[in-house]
């Protein structure tokens, strides 16, 4: 069983920056995502990795503005986020895949998910 546990999350003003944490029980997966999901929408995928970190991807909304990288003698999966806008403010969660080296951001294979973590973003 994969266990995450995120941190990071707070409130910030409009162009702030934060960046989140997720740290991840052995064994490391295949794929790591950062989603997240606000009130009254749809879960959106935000970002993802893959175990070697040759496959990354982003959702449009944040291509350029966050960035996220693993640091796996830490077990632990970043995303740091800039840029911010009040649109970026969610609940945000940590996600794994075990089983697939897609990593796809829209795929329904992401089967174990953190508790999530909080981020408004003011204007």
């Known amino acids: 069983q994969i266990e995450l546990t995120e941190s990071g999350g707070g409130s910030v003003q409009s162009g702030g920056s934060l960046r989140l944490s997720c740290v991840v029980s052995s064994p490391w997966p295949k794929c790591m995502g950062w989603f997240r999901q606000a009130p009254g929408k749809k879960r959106e995928g935000v970002a993802s990795?893959?175990?070697?970190?040759?496959?990354?991807a982003y959702a449009d909304s944040v291509q350029g503005r966050f960035r996220i990288s693993s640091d796996n003698a830490e077990n632990t999966v970043y995303l740091q986020m800039r840029s911010l806008k009040p649109e970026d403010s969610a609940m945000y969660y940590c996600a794994a895949d075990n089983d697939h080296w897609t990593c796809a951001l829209t795929s329904w294979n992401w089967n174990h998910w953190g508790q999530g973590t909080q981020v408004t973003v003011s204007s």
């Open positions: 990795i893959s175990r070697t970190g040759g496959r990354i």
